[in-house]
């Protein structure tokens, strides 16, 4: 969970970096906000198989509520 909040926390500094008030240092690495996107989804995939969670499944279920109790809440692209 540390790790999961620790890259969040990172992708977080990315998106306040470019889109947010706070430049970066020119000292600073050139990360993106697409490689702390993909820091996320490994550390939740490892965080789910760690607790024999099929995170497919888990995706599933989360498509099937928003796309059934939430359906109203979106606007759906033409
Ligand atoms: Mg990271």
Do not use: Q
Request: net charge negative; glycine share 4%.
């Amino acid at each position: 969970m540390a790790r999961l909040t620790e890259e969040v926390g990172e992708m977080a500094r990315e998106v306040n970096h470019y889109h947010g008030e706070k430049p970066k240092k020119l000292s600073e690495r050139e990360n993106t906000i697409e490689d702390e996107m993909g820091d996320i989804i490994f550390v939740l995939a490892c965080f789910a198989n760690s607790l024999n969670i099929d995170l497919s499944e888990s995706f599933h279920i989360a498509m099937h509520k928003i796309e059934t109790r939430d359906k109203n809440r979106w606007t759906p692209k033409d």
